[in-house]
């Protein structure tokens, strides 16, 4: 038999090595040493199996002995090579329309408060638990979808995401359906049911948010997991600012909310198809370094992360700032009405605000992705988000200047909404290789503890408006007889629904809530890349192979 040559009995030897660098790679510094004596053994353990080889190197030798290339390319074929697969962009696709769909059942009353309160007949507080009620439901199911997503894979925990979603549509639907609406059982039946419908919507949100982390780490490579985390976080956002647009386009008066609310089940029943069709949980080769090593188990991953001191304070920063951007989302509507400003009006700058912030996500998505300075990117947009949110605060009760409103708002957006891609990044980077899931999991779950605390604070902080207001808005479109659509005397008057207040003291406490989360961010963060880490080591890896066949092949 031919003697194998060294050149033949180096692949399987590197597919080993390849293999043990790169789990070892994700373990202490401590271990460095059991790695060495690991590779010692895989090499011995090469020499005795290389004989062995011999034929199939041999015919294979054979098989290209005319062309040198050849051979190199087919020794080299035996090392894991990792790759991306174009159906990514599809399930990048359906993972923005899903989060579109909830962002827009999401705040689907916010922008019509007055409107929903005179058709369901309750007060403008009871419409502010159809947003909150965002909050308080995906804090109860968070933790399942952290361990669904992390035990089951992306298919089970999207399509999931996608049921409850349109489900819950289709139930706020339904509550306007005459018999449910004008119930002689309880006359609130018909809110109670839209209420159940937009709770069971809210279960969807951990499964569609905590998603495009894991999406990004297992389907992207190194250069493009910024650019998908921040499309698919930002898509539900995106949905917020249609919302905001539509919902005061379509209900102009009260009769309109059952027009509104089966147009929006359209986006959800897209979602469930899409999810359908193009959903899987990991590619046959995984699409870069990092995305080969096994995460830890999930409750040794969540202890992990949890003690981890550096995300324990990007999980206050973050929940302190995205808390405040969904608190200002939810109270805008009221903030401005009274001082000329109407729901189109608000609605129109709203979209303008999340379309801006979309635009300044994506800029950062792509800055962190090429140059990897995450949290010197994220100090200078946050300085400018704290500059445009006080500026507003300071013109909001202006009456009739528009453009001195709309203009800080859309500046608020474009720097603020740059920390989202920033932060869920940095999650993945201080707590790897714990699963992704697990720490945009929690970074979400902050986020909606501090958006309820926040949106409760902002009403109790509401005053009344000593002065004469020359051009209210909040109580336009609402019907001058007190009645119901159902034929009986309204249980409340007009006025309770348009009554205006001042929102001031709300808008200051989100600013100074804000220059905390600023002080942790600048000063007190000390982040550690430990993926980046895991990937360099694996680039050196790789060039130091390709310099031993070069030099064999030489």
């Known amino acids: 038999e031919p003697r194998p040559s060294l050149m033949e009995s180096v692949p399987l030897q590197i597919v080993k090595l390849e293999k043990a660098e790169q789990f070892n790679s994700s373990e202490e510094v401590e271990e ?46 035996q090392e894991v090579e990792h790759r991306v697969y174009p159906i990514r962009w599809f399930m990048l696709a359906a993972m923005i329309v899903l989060n579109i769909s909830n962002g827009m059942m999401w705040l689907t009353f916010a922008p019509v408060p007055s409107l929903t309160a005179e058709y369901y007949q309750v007060t403008l507080s009871d419409v502010d638990w159809f947003s909150q009620s965002y909050f308080v439901a995906s804090l109860l199911i968070g933790f399942i979808a952290i361990g669904v997503l992390d035990v089951f894979g992306l298919r089970i925990a999207v399509f999931l995401g996608a049921f409850f979603n349109l489900f819950g549509a289709v139930l706020r639907y339904i509550s306007t359906v005459h018999p449910i609406l004008c119930s002689s059982i309880y006359d609130k039946s018909g809110f109670m049911v839209a209420m159940i419908g937009q709770i069971i919507s809210s279960f969807a949100q951990p499964f569609l948010l905590y998603a495009p982390t894991k999406l990004a780490n297992t389907w992207f490579g190194s250069k493009e997991r910024g650019l998908c985390t921040n499309l698919a976080s930002v898509a539900n956002p995106i949905g917020i600012a249609v919302a905001q647009l539509l919902s005061p386009h379509i209900v102009t008066e009260t009769s309109k909310v059952p027009t509104m609310l089966w147009i929006y089940i359209l986006p959800a029943g897209l979602g469930v198809i899409l999810s359908l069709f193009y959903y899987r949980d990991h590619p046959p080769v995984p699409p870069s370094a990092s995305g080969d090593i096994e995460h830890e188990p999930f409750f040794k991953g969540l202890k992990k992360t949890i003690l981890n001191w550096n995300f324990v304070i990007l999980l206050s920063f973050w929940g302190i700032a995205s808390g405040m951007l969904n608190a200002f989302l939810i109270i805008i509507p009221q903030y401005l009405c009274p001082y000329g400003y109407s729901n189109q009006d608000v609605g129109l700058w709203g979209s303008l605000l999340i379309f801006c912030g979309l635009a300044g996500a994506t800029v950062a998505g792509i800055l962190i992705d090429y140059t990897k300075l995450f949290k010197e990117i994220g100090v200078v947009a946050f300085t400018f988000a ?49 699963s992704e899931a697990t720490s945009s999991g929690l970074l979400w779950s902050a986020s909606q503890i501090t958006g309820i605390i926040f949106v409760s604070l902002s009403q109790v902080l509401v005053q009344d408006i000593s002065h004469e207001l020359h051009n209210n808005q909040c109580g336009v479109g609402l019907s001058t007889a007190n009645s119901t659509f159902c034929g009986s005397s309204s249980n409340s008057t007009v006025s309770d629904n348009s009554k205006p207040g001042d929102w001031t003291n709300g808008g200051l406490l989100l600013v100074g809530m804000t220059v905390i989360a600023y002080i942790l961010f600048t000063l007190i963060l000390r982040p550690t890349y430990k993926r980046l880490d895991v990937e360099k080591k694996a680039k050196r890896d790789k060039e130091e192979r390709e310099d031993v066949f070069n030099s064999v092949n030489e």
Not at 39 to 53: A, G, K, Q, V, Y
């Open 386 to 434: 704290i500059a445009c949110l006080i500026w507003f605060v300071e013109v909001a009760t202006i009456e009739n200047e528009p453009v001195l409103v709309a203009f800080p708002l859309c500046l608020f957006g474009f720097f603020g909404f740059s920390l989202l891609p920033i932060s869920m990044e940095l999650g993945i980077e201080i707590t790897y290789p714990v």
């Open 32 to 77: 460095e040493e059991e790695q060495g004596d690991s590779n010692s053994l895989l090499l011995l353990e090469d020499t005795e199996n290389s004989s062995d080889m011999g034929n199939q190197n041999t015919r294979r030798e054979e098989k290209h002995s005319d062309d040198k290339s050849g051979i190199n390319l087919s020794t080299r074929s």
